[in-house]
């Protein structure tokens, strides 16, 4: 059974930073395309970064330029470095693999407020 941790969320003023980390076990972790996702109040689920197995990145046009994803094969783990943090970013933070799916694990709250 394959499972995620993801920790590293909380309250931070806009213009903040926050790194998020999801700990995966129970699969080949190194074999699948991963991402994060972010799921606000009353809204979807959305994804909003993804790494392929070579480190290729992708980002949704609201975090580009602000979010980085990265990831530890051999640990199994998925970092998301978040600078310049806006409001809007407040939202539950989610891993999941993009193509390849499995249960969602509990997820971080962000929150971004002064």
């Known amino acids: 059974q394959v499972q995620f941790v993801e920790s590293g969320g909380g309250l931070v003023q806009p213009g903040g930073s926050l790194r998020l980390s999801c700990a995966a076990s129970?699969?080949?972790?190194?074999?699948?395309?991963m991402g994060w996702y972010r799921q606000a109040a009353g809204k979807q689920r959305e994804l909003v970064a993804s790494?392929?197995?070579?480190?290729?990145?992708n980002y949704s046009d609201s975090v580009k330029g602000r979010f980085t994803i990265s990831r530890d094969n051999g640990k199994k783990t998925v970092t998301l470095q978040m600078n310049s943090l806006k409001p809007e970013d407040t939202s539950v933070y989610y891993c999941?693999?993009?193509?390849?799916?499995?249960?969602w694990g509990q997820g971080t709250q962000v929150t971004v407020s002064s």
């Open positions: 999941n693999g993009v193509y390849t799916k499995w249960l």
């Open positions: 129970g699969t080949i972790f190194s074999g699948y395309v």
């Open positions: 790494i392929r197995i070579d480190g290729t990145t």
